[in-house]
């Protein structure tokens, strides 16, 4: 993808909520029908240390974020860059790190080995986000869980951010303390409420009216889902079932990636 030109309407789509909500999972559903769509070349970014998107779309990337933050760190240690050629060599090595396949990219954050370097590398995930998106139609994130991410800006350039909740009060209390945050920190222009493991269409409008947030749709509990992620499958081969169809009709078919 190293030289293409940059396109116009780069989408950049994240996937936030509480820990457990199911925000891996409809990212890797979403995943699944963008791959299979007309609608331009797409990056999906596991924006999460614990590299759950990578082992449910079977991507797993040689080099991360990490890698790179790590390979910055020597080049300074060593004095064998100058600043100059460091900005211009963390584009370059952003774009290296992609993994490319069809009509779908690839990028993992990966995971430090301390605990201090999170902040390093939220850092260079904003620049990662913010130099790559323009060269792609949609860019999709699947967020580490709580508000963290969003508060340290690192979703500084989402155009649209997809809530995920489950059925209990505290999920919904975490998307809203979400929503605030970025209602500072973020400039988006589309915000939704998805509520996963709904039992229906009432539930789910119940749910949501218990926050400010605008419901953009709900997901049955699926045994299709389980199944895959018990075996480890990869989601980008998951057949027409419940939670696939769900995703579609709420996120893809409502327009709100419009
Ligand atoms: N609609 C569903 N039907 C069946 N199982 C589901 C559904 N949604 C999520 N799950 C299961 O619930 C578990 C948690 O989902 P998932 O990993 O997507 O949550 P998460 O928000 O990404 O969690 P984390 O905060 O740890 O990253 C997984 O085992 C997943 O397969
Ligand atoms: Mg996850």
């Known amino acids: 993808m190293a030289g293409e030109e940059p396109r116009g309407a780069n989408r950049v789509v994240a996937v936030c909520g509480k820990g457990g909500v199911g925000k891996t999972t409809v990212s890797a ?10 609608g331009g070349k797409v990056l999906v970014v596991d924006a999460d240390p614990a590299v759950g998107l990578g082992m449910a779309l079977s991507r797993f990337p040689e ?21 100059v050629d460091l900005a211009a060599s963390v584009d370059y090595k952003m774009m290296e790190i992609v993994v490319d396949a069809g009509n779908l990219a690839f990028l993992s954050v990966g995971r430090p080995e301390e605990e201090g370097c999170y902040c390093q590398l939220n850092t260079l995930l904003r620049e990662a986000v913010e130099a790559l998106s323009s060269h792609f139609d949609l860019t999709l994130i ?51 409420l998805i509520v996963n493991r709904a039992r229906g269409e009432d539930d789910a409008r119940q749910l949501a009216s218990r926050t400010g947030l605008p419901l953009l749709g709900w997901i049955p509990e699926d045994d299709t889902v389980r199944e895959f992620d018990a075996d480890a499958r990869s989601f980008l081969e998951i057949p ?19």
Request: glycine share 2%; with cysteine; proline share 1%.
């Open 29 to 38: 559903l979403l995943s699944c029908l963008l791959s299979n769509n007309s």
């Open 63 to 83: 080099r991360t974020v990490n890698d790179v933050r790590k390979e910055i760190i020597s080049a300074v240690r060593e004095h064998s860059t100058d600043s």
């Open 142 to 192: 699947d967020a580490e869980a709580g508000v963290e991410q969003v508060n340290r800006r690192v979703m500084r350039s989402v155009s649209h951010l997809l809530l995920v909740s489950d059925t209990t009060l505290k999920a919904l209390r975490v998307a809203e303390s979400i929503r605030k945050v970025a209602d500072d920190a973020v400039d988006y222009r589309k915000l939704g």
């Open 240 to 258: 027409s079932c419940p939670a696939l169809e769900a995703v579609r009709s709420c996120i893809l078919d409502s327009g709100f990636l419009s």
